[in-house]
């Protein structure tokens, strides 16, 4: 992997393109993300998750709920966690440093975390560590039959939920495997900080010690065993997915750009010149994502209801 393609950029980071373009924040639309623009209804919640630790009961059944959700295997264990970047990072802890491979260009926080502890991050070729990104983030690639390293291997499944039947849950199971799943994406509730792993009980045992108790809030254990078991949202919210995906396609590919791939969270444009779209999309209050080692490509995340007439005209 090249040097441009280590950097560790990220989508998000609305303050720095306000503070360069202008404008107040609810007028502009950030599209630099994956995350659904239009959340699950949390609804109330009650007093109790604000005031006291939480128990294993309330553990028990968010954990209940997405082995339910995800249809985990019987001896995979679940761990819920403060979102999936505090799993990527302790993930690499749980082996002695060694040689990890991880495709690229895909979802840089893997081999910042490998590389962190200590580990040699490579892109192809045997390791005793192994990062699949499914689908990839950012082109879409499914990988229908991943590699499997003997020692330790993460399957990231953060942008799955929109194909379930895509999901590799079934290998969950197998020892040194490690599947990880993001709850802001799908569901659209990025702060709430929410993520898990699914997958060798050994490894699940250690992440829970490495973690520490109560690694997840009061109101994130009951809303997340909410959502996990209102499977009509996930439909509904599937198709919804799916119909605004095309509706994105046609406006890009109408105005030139080619679709490179993507899910029907985020799409991958070819653009000819990256950094000219993204300058003329934020000077239209417009955030969009553009990548280090591309000139080329530009990420859209979707727009909410309301955000489709001002990418229409700005587009």
């Not at 996930?234 to 119909?243: P, Y």
């Not at 000819?272 to 990548?291: C, M, P």
Request: glycine share 10%; net charge neutral; hydrophobic share 45%.
């Amino acid at each position: 992997m090249n040097k441009k393609a280590q950097i560790r950029d990220h989508g998000g980071g609305l303050d720095a393109a306000i503070a360069q373009y202008g404008g107040q924040r609810d007028g502009w639309l950030d599209l630099s993300t994956g995350i659904n623009p239009e959340p699950y209804p949390v609804g109330a919640i009650h007093p109790r998750a604000w005031e006291i630790l939480p128990d294993k009961g309330a553990f028990d059944a968010l954990e209940a709920a997405a082995r339910r959700f995800w249809s985990v295997p019987d001896g995979a264990a679940v761990l819920a966690a403060p979102g999936a970047s505090a799993l990527i990072a302790r993930i690499p802890t749980l082996r002695p440093p060694a040689r990890a491979v991880i495709a690229g260009p895909t979802y840089n926080e893997h081999a910042a975390a490998f590389r962190a502890q200590g580990w040699h991050v490579c892109d192809d070729g045997e390791g005793a560590a192994r990062v699949i990104v499914h689908p990839n983030n950012p082109d879409g690639h499914a990988w229908r039959t991943p590699a499997f390293s003997q020692r330790l291997t993460v399957i990231d499944e953060s942008f799955c939920d929109v194909d379930p039947q895509a999901s590799h849950i079934q290998a969950a199971a197998r020892p040194g495997t490690l599947i990880l799943k993001s709850f802001g994406k799908f569901w659209g509730l990025a702060g709430l900080r929410l993520g898990f792993a699914i997958g060798d009980a050994a490894l699940i045992a250690q992440l829970r010690e490495s973690i520490g108790p109560w690694q997840v809030s009061g109101p994130a254990l009951e809303i997340g065993a909410r959502a996990l078991a209102d499977h009509n949202w996930a439909d509904q919210t599937r198709r919804r997915l799916v119909q605004d995906a095309a509706r994105l396609d046609g406006l890009m590919i109408n105005k030139g750009a080619a679709l490179v791939g993507g899910t029907s969270l985020f799409r991958l444009y070819d653009v000819g010149d990256a950094s000219a779209w993204r300058d003329r999309l934020a000077k239209g209050h417009i955030w969009s994502r553009i990548f280090p080692y591309s000139d080329r490509w530009v990420r859209l995340g979707l727009p909410p209801a309301a955000g489709w007439t001002q990418l229409e005209a700005t587009i």
